[in-house]
């Protein structure tokens, strides 16, 4: 079974709208973090946003803001006031509990029209 | 401030040849991982490092060696290249606490003839 799962391959969203891109995660531990990256065009990996199992308040960087409903284990995205600029590859990752390594999804391709 | 770095940016090889990609880090972070990225599958781990000399398989590790001398590079090694192994490889490095994001390297697009 997956355990990041982004359903949207990929999104059409028109300039200064909300976005929401999801996220779904499975796992069993309690303490486990998730993290957004995005990938434009010119292929680097950026961090955007992170939020612990433990946060009671959704995290905010800027623009970004993480829907985080634990009960659903559903971990959004959310873009506010799209730019041309946020056309992009958008992935999903956890990492669970003391684990090293951080798990991604297959992405969310995220274009923002004029 | 250079952060991490991969090289070469593009190799095009051979079957059958060996290939090292390079990755070093200016943070003196603990972990190092090597990822492939490969359409329809998104980032898959290769190998990581908790620390110089300590290795771990992630996901996708037939075919690849690593090693890690230093705490700052962590090279990859494709003892034998396959066209399978055609794919965009990322270097990331993280000061491995459980909220700390990886940080990644511009990519390597390997090409296997």
């Known amino acids: 079974a997956q355990k990041i799962t982004q359903t949207q391959p990929g999104m059409f969203v028109q300039e200064k709208e909300a976005v929401t891109l999801d996220c779904t995660y499975d796992t069993s531990d309690q303490s486990y973090g998730l993290f957004w990256y995005k990938q434009p065009s010119s292929g680097e990996m950026i961090f955007l946003i992170y939020?612990?199992?433990?946060?009671?308040q959704n995290a905010t960087e800027g623009r970004y803001s993480l829907n985080f409903q634990k009960a659903r284990k559903s971990a959004n995205l959310v873009i506010s006031a799209s730019q041309l600029g946020d056309s992009a590859m958008y992935f999903c990752a956890m990492r669970e509990g003391a684990d090293d390594k951080i798990i991604f999804g297959k992405g969310t391709r995220l274009h923002i029209l004029p | 401030d250079a952060g991490i770095t991969q090289s070469p940016r593009y190799k095009i090889t051979e079957t059958g040849r060996q290939v090292t990609l390079m990755c070093h880090q200016t943070?003196?972070?603990?972990?190092m991982f090597w990822y492939r990225q490969d359409l329809g599958h998104g980032l898959r781990l290769i190998y990581y490092s908790a620390a110089a000399d300590i290795t771990d398989k992630g996901e996708v590790p037939d075919g690849y060696v690593v090693s890690r001398s230093k705490t700052e590079n962590f090279p990859l090694t494709l003892e034998s290249a396959t066209r399978s192994q055609t794919s965009v490889y990322f270097c990331?490095?993280?000061?491995?606490?459980?909220?700390?994001?990886?940080?990644f390297g511009p990519g390597t697009r390997l090409t296997v003839l």
């Open positions: 939020q612990g199992s433990y946060d009671e």
């Open positions: 990331a490095s993280s000061p491995g606490l459980a909220g700390d994001a990886q940080f």
């Open positions: 943070w003196s972070h603990s972990y």
